[in-house]
């Protein structure tokens, strides 16, 4: 199974900004639709944004649009999520898959350790 390493959270400002990236390994990256998914405190873990396999495509929850913007790097095997203008409820364990519309492909890989943000007011 492909493993994935999230990184680069932090805690932030509301207001402020982080770029978020996710790591596989294996060959089969470029063949798959990804996705960024969040869990906060006491709720479940959700869909945030997702781009198709060439990049052509992305699709992000109604929260988070015109503030999230998802990229990939298929050479890298990496997909980054840029987030702007954070918000206290954008406070999460972050962390990627393998997606099927808006649900993870848990056949890709299991859950990663995930990137804590935290957005303070």
């Known amino acids: 199974q492909v493993q994935l390493v999230e990184s680069g959270g932090g805690v932030v400002q509301a207001g402020g900004s982080l770029r978020l990236s996710c790591a596989a390994s294996g060959r089969t990256f470029s063949r798959y639709a990804m996705g960024w998914f969040r869990q906060a405190p006491g709720k479940e873990r959700e869909f945030v944004a997702g781009?198709?396999?060439?990049?052509?495509?992305?699709n992000y929850v109604d929260s988070v649009k015109g503030r999230f913007t998802i990229s990939r790097d298929n050479n890298k095997k990496t997909v980054y999520v840029e987030m702007n203008s954070l918000k206290p409820e954008d406070t999460a364990v972050y962390y990627c898959n393998a997606i099927r519309g808006r649900s993870a492909d848990l056949d890709f890989s299991s859950w990663g350790q995930g990137t804590q943000v935290s957005v303070s007011s």
């Open positions: 781009i198709s396999a060439d990049g052509a495509w992305t």
